[in-house]
């Protein structure tokens, strides 16, 4: 099994350019995340998806965008990046099932330079 | 909303210390995870709390699930340089599986 895999793993972005993180995983998971993590800080969550074609925001959503066509997939578009998007970006997924099985797998993760 | 709060936020230890973290939550959590990340790598699940009280054990490390739910700790004993990383817990609550990261606990481990 991939688990969740994450591309790129690296980018620089110029101030205004956009881009698209891609995240898919292969476990049929219906719960999946995008999270940001700048030092010292954790982890913030900018938006999730209960399953295909809902998503809703994070603690962190504002400069970003998703969308869940499919199961697998969870793109994450950022729109006009700004230094302040200078982050390691995570994405990660979780089955449903109950309180019990609500572990999360994380991609290897996306490293992300906006100058 | 739900906050949870995680102290220290650094420990530096000698070879062979122990090591302890602590979560706390602003509401009753229905579960709670931890997590470990190693040095430019991502979150690994470690373990999840269910029960009031619970105690669990993996080889060196001991994790507690406080009695009112509110609460958890990760202790380790005798900590060996591989331990180094970042441990972080998520708390769930209110019947949402939408985990609240803390901010994690960076242990370094001197030789």
């Known amino acids: 099994n991939a688990g969740v895999t994450q591309t790129p793993k690296f980018r620089i972005l110029k101030i205004g350019q956009s881009m698209t993180l891609q995240c898919a995983q292969d476990m049929n998971h219906n719960y999946m995340y995008w999270y940001r993590q700048d030092p010292g800080m954790g982890l913030k969550l900018i938006y999730y998806?209960?399953?295909?074609?809902?998503?809703d925001k994070g603690e962190v959503p504002n400069g970003y965008n998703v969308s869940r066509s499919t199961t697998e997939d969870f793109p994450l578009r950022l729109e006009l990046a700004a230094p302040s998007q200078t982050s390691v970006y995570f994405c990660a997924s979780s089955g449903t099932g109950g309180v019990m099985n609500t572990e999360a797998f994380f991609g290897q993760g996306t490293r992300l330079t906006v100058v | 909303g739900q906050q949870v709060m995680q102290i220290p936020q650094y420990q530096h230890v000698q070879e062979g210390e122990d090591f302890t973290t602590y979560c706390n939550s602003s509401?009753?959590?229905?579960?709670i995870q931890w997590y470990k990340q190693r040095p430019g790598g991502h979150p690994v699940f470690l373990i999840q709390?269910?029960?009031?009280?619970e105690v669990k054990k993996q080889k060196r490390l001991t994790f507690q699930f406080g009695e009112a739910k509110k609460n958890s700790s990760l202790h380790i004993t005798a900590t060996q340089t591989t331990d180094v990383g970042t441990y972080f817990c998520?708390?769930?609550?209110?019947?949402?599986?939408?985990?609240?990261f803390g901010r994690g606990t960076s242990l370094i481990v001197h030789p």
């Open positions: 709390l269910v029960k009031s009280g």
């Open positions: 998520a708390g769930s609550a209110g019947g949402s599986y939408i985990p609240t």
């Open positions: 509401t009753t959590l229905s579960n």
């Open positions: 998806s209960v399953g295909a074609g809902i998503t």
